[in-house]
């Protein structure tokens, strides 16, 4: 086994076999994994909010949709993947608190999947397979050797995608 490198909150990395990229915490936020089984690369972002542009000026590409994937994608192409190997998975996107009012602007956790699943589409990304929704929080993991993605759940197991 290689190392374990952490991907915070708004973050994104990559890594090439044998290591495993983890992220914690995935409450609305959705941990995106993208992997190029040839190259045995992989990528992580931990995506906190839909979209920048209905940001302030400064903001971190990171921690959007819309820039962390395509910038991800490009960081693992510069590594050795191709874009037409790269699949993803995603887990996340929970609805971690209740509010009597069914405002759609509450419901961060919808929206940053919905989000995800367009950026993936608009970048020709397949999208193999989800774990998403619930209100339940998740920490994930994405083995590089295999492209096994791990999701731990408190009080809802272990899922491999």
């Known amino acids: 086994m290689g190392q374990v490198i952490r991907v915070g909150i708004a973050d994104f990395n990559i890594a090439k076999s044998p290591d495993i990229l983890t992220t914690l915490g995935l409450g609305s936020c959705v941990g995106v994994a993208l992997y190029d089984k040839v190259a045995k690369i992989g990528g992580l972002a931990h995506i ?31 590594a050795g993947a191709s874009r037409i190997r790269i699949v993803a998975k995603i887990a996340g996107g ?14 961060i956790g ?6 995800v699943k367009l950026v993936l589409a608009e970048e020709k990304i397949p999208l193999v397979a989800e774990d998403t929704g619930g209100n339940f929080g998740r920490s994930v993991e994405l083995h590089t050797d295999t492209g096994k993605f791990v999701i731990r759940t408190v009080g809802h197991g272990i899922k491999e995608l």
């Open 48 to 78: 906190m909010l839909p979209d920048s542009k209905q940001a302030r000026g400064g903001q971190n590409p990171a921690k959007f949709a819309d820039t962390a994937i395509p910038l991800l994608i490009e960081k693992m192409e510069r």
């Open 94 to 107: 929970a609805q971690m608190f209740s509010f009597s009012d069914k405002n759609l602007q509450l419901s």
């Open 110 to 115: 919808k929206r940053n999947v919905e989000a």
